[in-house]
């Protein structure tokens, strides 16, 4: 079956830091790829996607790349700010519009990001 | 972006009773809307996908019959917890699915903050 291994956190931080949140993928096909930020308090929200490899997901200076020969979705920024403090989900979708809909997430990881 | 409420946001309840959960779409009509339950350190897992207007269907392993989903307009979608037992306890967590529009959006799900249920 599909699933996602997150690395485990939580991840502490100074500002402006590199950031990298590791995430591999088992599935079969070519599931689509994604990237959910939880800010405390608050519901998922989308950060990036990749529907297809080499892909690469961007947005808010958060980049990720969709590597199929390592199975990989691995979360990248250059300089974090405390604003960036949150949880991270890796998920897949099973086929780029098909499978239902349906997501399988990875753990989450907790970023902390410090003065 | 789009909204998604749920409420209460946290419950407390005791052993036997039922509670119900809302889980509102507030500025688009979700055709489907996904139910996710969230034990601590662990992902998100699917409970069941429910449509507007017919039955939903409950992923391998989920009560049908503890965990009653209604999803009887296209903002609204409601989970009932049945005669709940300390084992219910759980952060539970909704998704929509913008109906409406076509293309890209239909594969974005919007998230609910969540609710804390604790069965004591």
């Known amino acids: 079956g599909n699933s996602v291994t997150q690395m485990e956190g939580p991840v502490t931080l100074s500002e402006e830091a590199f950031l990298t949140i590791n995430c591999t993928y088992t599935?079969?096909?070519?599931?689509?790829l994604f990237w959910y930020v939880q800010y405390p308090g608050e519901g998922l929200q989308l950060l990036l996607k990749a529907t297809k490899a080499d892909d690469k997901g961007s947005n808010k200076g958060f980049e990720a790349t969709y590597r199929k020969e390592t199975t990989s979705f691995h979360l990248e920024k250059g300089s974090v700010q405390v604003s960036d403090s949150a949880v991270y989900f890796c998920?897949?979708?099973?086929?780029?519009?098909?499978?239902?809909?349906?997501?399988?997430f990875g753990t989450g990881t907790q970023l902390k990001v410090e003065l | 972006g789009a909204v998604v409420s749920q409420h209460p946001s946290r419950v407390i309840c005791k052993s036997g009773t039922s509670v119900k959960i809302e889980c509102r779409s507030l500025?688009?009509?979700?055709?489907?809307m996904f139910w996710y339950r969230q034990f601590p350190k662990k992902s998100l897992m699917l409970m069941a996908t429910s449509n507007e207007g017919s039955k939903a269907t409950y992923e391998q392993g989920v009560e049908k019959d503890k965990f009653l989903i209604n999803h009887a307009s296209l903002t609204l979608s409601t989970l009932t917890v049945t005669s709940a037992h300390p084992e219910d306890s759980s952060f539970y967590i909704c998704?929509?699915?913008?109906?409406?529009?076509?293309?890209?959006?239909?594969?974005?799900?919007?998230f609910g903050p969540g609710t804390r249920l604790t069965v004591l």
């Open positions: 998704s929509a699915r913008d109906g409406t529009s076509g293309g890209s959006s239909t594969d974005t799900q919007y």
């Open positions: 998920a897949l979708r099973r086929g780029p519009t098909g499978g239902g809909n349906k997501l399988t």
């Open positions: 599935a079969t096909g070519y599931p689509s």
């Open positions: 500025d688009f009509q979700a055709t489907t």
